[in-house]
Each structure stands twice: as C-alpha cells, then as structure tokens.
DNA sequence: CTTGACCCTGCCCCAGGGGCAGGGTTCGAC
DNA sequence: GTCGAACCCTGCCCCTGGGGCAGGGTCAAG
C-alpha cells in the first residue's frame, strides 16, 4: 500500500496532477488509512502510467478518460490517430524551427518567396532600403486586400525589373527623386520620361503604370511620412 | 489601412488572438476609422508575424514581449535558446511515440525492462497470468518502496529461474496450489520441499526465500481477493 | 519533544485564447 | 431603400492542466 508521493514518484507526475486525476475520474480514489491519507495499490501505478503516457502524447484529460476503458481494437485505432496528430505536430515544431532561424535573417520571413526575391533584385539594383520597406509594405497592403492580384502584380513587377532598362533607370531616378526639393529642375524632365515610357508601354498599360504610384499612395497612409514634397510634386506633375 | 479581420489572416492567427496581443501588450494598437474600426499598417503585419512565429514556437508571450524590443544580438542569443528547447520538445514527442507504441503492446510500458524480461521468463515457465500479475505488482510495490533492492531482488529471482531446477518446480507448485482447497493432503508436503529447498541455499537464506511469501502478502493488500485458503495454509505451514 | 517530510482540503492564479451576448457598420443585391 | 451577410466593437465567462499557497493534520527519527 503506497502513498500519493511515492505514486507520483514512481510515474513520474506530481502529486499535484494525480489529485488533479482523482477529481477528472480517471484515476479511481484508493481507500483511506486511518489518517485520511490515500493509499494504493499496484494496479493504481499500471494506470497512472498508462494516464501519463497518453497525456504526454498531448491527449486531453477527457478523451484519457474514455480511452482508458475502452475495448483494445477502440484503443488501437485511437492511438493510431493519437500517432498521426503527434507526428503531425513534431512537423510543425520542425516547421516553426525554420522560421526561428529565418527572424534572424531579415524580411523573408514575412513575405513569400517571390516577394523576397523580389525585394532583393530591387536592393541588387542599388535602390534605397527605404524604398524596399515601401515595397515590402505595399506588396503586404495589397496581398490582404487581393492576395491574387498581389501575385500578378508581383510576377510582372520581377519581369519589368530583370528585362526593362528603362523602367529600372527611371526607378532608380524616381527612388533619388523622393530627397530632391519641390521645385528642383529635374523634376520635370523625370515626368516626361516617365509619360513616355507608360505609353510606350502596349494594352496593360492603363492598370500598371498607375498601379506604382498607388502603391506607394497606400504605402504613404499606411507609413506616416512615407512621401515627400519632390513625389508629391512629381505626382502632381503625371496627373496634370 | 487594413481591417483587423485581414491582418489576421495575413498573419493566419484569429481575429480573437490579435486583440489579445493589443491587451497583452504585444502589438502597438493602431489607430480608429471614424466607426471605431482598428485600421492596421503593413508594419503591424511584419510584427504580427514575428509574434506568431515566436508564439508558435511556445514562448510564452511575456517573452516575447521582451524580444520585440530586444537589439539583434540579444534576439539572436534568445533565439538559439527557443530552438534548443525546440529540439528537446521534438524528442520528448517522439519518445511519446514510442511509449504509445507499447500501450499496445502488453504491460512493458509500465516496468522496467528487466522486469518485462523477467515476467517473460515466467510465462515461458508455464506461470499463470494470475501469478504474473502478482510478481509485476509485488515488484511495482517493492519499488515504490526500494528501488535498489527492488533491482537487486529482481536480479535474483532471474537466477533462480533460469538457474534452479529445483526452485522452478516449486514456483509452479505454489502457482497451482492457489486453486487446491485448504485440507488438500499435497499441501504438507509442498511445505516440507519448500522447507527442504529453503534450508539449501547458502548465506543469504534468510531474506529472499521469505520474500515470496512476503510479496504475496503484499500484493494480497493491493489487490483484494489476491490469495486462497490453501495459500493461508501453506503460509500457516511454513511459519509453524 | 521537536523537526522535517509527508499528507489533507480549498482557494486563486496562469496562458492562450474560444464562445457568446448585445450591440454597431458596411456593402452589395434586389 | 431596405435587407442580409459579413464584418467590427466591448465585455464577460469558460476551458485545460495543472502550480502555488494557506492553514491545517500526521508520522518517524533523532
């Protein structure tokens, strides 16, 4: 006849949780000695190791409880369902390890992997982390609202960036743009090669060349501050 | 400027868990529209992220706290430490998995190998389940107790089995003798060779061959209904 | 006869949210 | 213009699997 302490020693639980098991029902109470103190048998420790072990498995209490008396063919396919959701969850901790390991490097773990890749042809171009941010944050705003659109947009941004001279010259332009003063002499030749190059541009060419600009509208009500007086003007100058 | 049912799904956390965050401190509350809605940056769901991807790798979100605003080298320290308690978790679950294995498989998950070993042999011998069933108990009991004697004595018994023609033939007579009734004539003289085989043995001739019975009476206490009238009696016998 | 190690019950606490009540809002369809 | 679906808001109580502490009683050894 043994003692809680010495029970909970032999499976391996606390005390605690024992007394937790007798009042979920899955333990049964022992009887009493002349103290009040519980005392048990054998059979009691079979049990108890069995409780453990499932609950370790990350069984709930409640579902030990039914496991605990049910028929071994019940049991069996119980614990192979039990199998499957453990091995399920070492993948996730696996999967979460990945990630761990990506928070120390940078961005990529925010974004997909054609956004990252993205983002780094950008900063291969020498374009200012500031706009990469603005970038980033645009791609982000736009894949909540319309995670397809995001994709498309994403694909034929990567296209205009590996394969357009011009369009990378005038992005890189546009990036040292955002520091000049409003009314500084560029300014306005910047705009005109900007028109030519969107009409230039064949059919899409209404959706994508606006969609720059909208981007970095969004881009500028999400990120305080995120414009300036030479892209407002420059915004100013494209409209009129 | 995004709703907080986006940002959520972005983030693939629920709504719930992100207000959480806010209450908790975790994630900046951003600003109201003009009904009152929270309206969320982009820099909201890069951080949102980041809680996530610590969350989900079971800091608990007081530490996360903390390494939100901790400086890279700091996070990069804390980080190590989050995958090595990582790696543990994913070895704790997959011992689960081999426990659960042997929740099928018999009573191996419950004793130590030894002792699974040692049952083995005795039903190798012909034992009765019954009579198995009180050494795994007696030993469960013994160990609760002692555990290097209950090692010691297992090891013993082990000997004796494999080794001791004599005390084998003896065993599966105490075993069968459980069902004889009390008055049964065999009784005297299985006392007179237990007697006879108990003065045989050396040295240590005082304290194991008393432990059968001893443990008989022990696992008896544990479980009721564990001995028989002819037991009482070969006790009685072997006393008097 | 004390001291330390046990044991008892009962209560509140934690994380990490889920669920529901009891509202208000927005948006598209009819 | 109004209806419903799908959002959003706050506030409250609920869950699991125990831990911790209070405020006792008990037991064995020195």
């Known amino acids: 006849m043994i003692t809680i302490g010495r029970l909970a020693e032999y499976a391996g639980v606390s005390v605690k949780a024992v007394r937790h098991y007798h009042e979920r ?5 022992p009887g009493r000695d002349s103290a009040g103190y519980r005392r048990y048998t054998a059979q009691h420790a079979v049990d108890l190791v069995k409780i453990r072990t499932l609950a370790a498995a ?3 209490l409640a579902r030990v409880k039914d496991l605990l008396d049910a028929d071994p063919a019940t049991l069996a396919a119980a614990i192979a369902k039990i199998d499957g959701d453990l091995v399920e969850r070492i993948g996730r901790l696996q999967r979460s390890r990945e990630q761990l390991a990506q928070l120390r490097g940078g961005e990529r773990l925010f974004v997909p992997d054609e ?4 983002l780094d ?3 291969r171009l020498g374009v200012s982390e500031r706009q990469v941010r603005l970038e980033r944050d645009g791609w982000i705003l736009m894949r909540t609202a319309s995670p397809e659109d995001a994709a498309g947009w994403i694909t034929e941004k990567r296209e205009l960036v590996d394969g ?6 005038l992005y890189l332009d546009h990036d040292a743009a955002y520091d000049w003063p409003r009314d500084d002499p560029r300014l306005p030749a910047l705009a005109d090669r900007t028109r030519a190059w969107m009409t230039g541009r064949p059919d899409r060419s ?6 720059n600009p909208a981007i970095a509208r969004l881009a ?5 501050g995120a414009s300036s007086p030479a892209w407002d003007e420059l915004a100013r100058l494209l409209r009129g």
């Open 25 to 29: 029902g899955l333990l049964a109470e």
């Open 58 to 60: 990350g069984v709930p």
């Open 115 to 118: 956004v990252a890749g993205y």
């Open 121 to 123: 042809a950008l900063r």
């Open 164 to 169: 357009d001279p011009e369009f990378r010259a």
């Open 206 to 211: 209404e959706t994508r060349p606006v969609q």
């Open 220 to 224: 500028q009500q999400s990120q305080p």
